[in-house]
């Protein structure tokens, strides 16, 4: 049977139309805060290139403020409102633009209403970045790009979302089970559905590993082939077909939160993580779900943010919902407060 081959595709660009970069002076101008010792720096950058030299300096307007915990840089722009968040060794951005609101009202009221849209950029980021061609690039188009983002994407497949097709037919986003019935347990499902289960594709990885789907996983993601799907198959983030170190997202959710690309945002001490404060959404959630928790991860979830209750919310494929949801049966899906899952989350990670 032929395979199909995991390939990166290239990035593509979209065409921002009237966008004009306006400089300012024919010299670039820095100018440094100096800040007190509790503060971080701040950089300004005034033009978008020095006199000689044709090396981009960073869109002209712009702050970039250094943090930590995690090490990043938050984007401002000449009014002072919040950009982008890139954050350091992760390729994931961080973007404001129009507010949205995601619901799954046949099970949970609550909302979820954010104004950041989460995408991938072509590189990692680095400190200083903000200066090359690259960033200043993809920057001016990923702020006015509106196409479905990490957080529209995982809802593509909550229970009774449209069903989506390619111009071949083959149909890659719509109401997702998490498997087949598990025969070790009358009320649970079957893990091992993977991307290219629910696509019915065989497929290849970059590692070597070829696999052909399980007929009878067709339509169906776990939990951390969820996560593949929406980060690596839709949005083409480095998929591996095996649970080693190495380039790309592994299989399984426990080889993802121990050797997974990106950052990890706290360390797993086998007990409940602690700083959500550095969480931001779309950033992948790590679990033990057992009844009685024993500090071994093995499932996996994408960060929503502050619900409108107050609750920091998460969406995943589950075996007791058949199925990726942000709904509350079978626990409602919060990090905060006393509950099944809050004791079970061990720590995070951003791609």
Same mark, same amino acid.
């Given at each position: 049977?032929? %395979?199909?081959?995991? $390939? ?6 979209? @065409? ?10 024919? @010299? ?40 930590? &915990?995690?090490?990043?840089? =938050?984007? @401002? ?24 609101? %995601? ?7 609550? &909302? #979820? ?17 903000? $200066?090359?061609?690259? %960033? ?18 995982? /809802? =593509? ?20 089970? /998490? ?7 009358? *009320?649970?499902?079957? *893990? $091992?559905?993977? /991307? ?35 980060? !690596? ?18 299989? $399984? ?33 790590? %679990? ?25 919310? /998460? #969406? ?8 990726? @949801? ?12 006393? !509950? ?12």
């Amino acid at each position: 049977m032929k %395979f199909r081959k995991y $390939r990166p595709r290239p990035t593509v660009l979209l @065409t921002v139309a009237g966008f004009v970069l306006l400089i300012a002076a024919s @010299t670039l101008t820095y100018v440094v805060v100096r800040p007190s010792p509790a503060d971080q720096p701040v950089l300004t950058l005034g033009g978008a290139k020095a006199s000689g030299d044709d090396q981009p300096r960073g869109a002209s307007g712009y702050t970039y403020q250094r943090l930590s &915990k995690p090490d990043r840089t =938050e984007i @401002t722009d000449s009014s002072g409102h919040p950009v982008a968040v890139m954050t350091d060794n992760a390729r994931t951005a961080h973007l404001y633009g129009p507010s949205r609101t %995601f619901e799954e009202p046949r099970y949970t009221d609550a &909302k #979820i209403e954010t104004d950041m849209w989460v995408r991938l950029a072509p590189q990692t980021w680095r400190a200083g970045a903000e $200066r090359e061609r690259w %960033f200043t690039d993809w920057l001016a188009a990923a702020r006015a790009d509106r196409s479905p983002d990490v957080l529209a994407i995982a /809802f =593509e497949y909550v229970d009774g979302a449209p069903v989506k097709r390619d111009n071949q037919g083959q149909q890659y986003s719509g109401d997702a089970s /998490f498997g087949p019935p598990d025969p070790n347990d009358p *009320e649970g499902r079957a *893990e $091992r559905s993977d /991307f290219y289960d629910y696509l019915a594709l065989p497929w290849s990885f970059a590692d070597g590993k070829s696999v052909l789907p399980d007929p009878s996983r067709n339509l169906a993601l776990d939990c951390s082939g969820y996560l593949r799907m929406v980060y !690596g198959h839709r949005l083409n983030y480095p998929l591996r077909g095996t649970n080693t170190p190495g380039e790309g997202l592994p299989r $399984r959710a426990y080889a993802m939160a121990q050797f997974g690309p990106g950052v990890q945002l706290m360390p797993n001490s086998g007990q409940r993580a602690r700083g959500m404060e550095r969480l931001l959404p779309g950033d992948l959630l790590f %679990f033990n779900a057992q009844p009685v928790p024993n500090g071994q991860i093995d499932h996996s979830g994408i960060y929503l943010g502050v619900d409108d209750g107050g609750h920091h919310r /998460f #969406i995943s494929s589950r075996s007791q919902t058949d199925g990726p @949801t942000m709904g509350d049966l079978s626990g409602a899906p919060l990090l905060d407060g006393i !509950g099944y899952w809050p004791d079970r989350w061990l720590t995070a990670r951003r791609l």
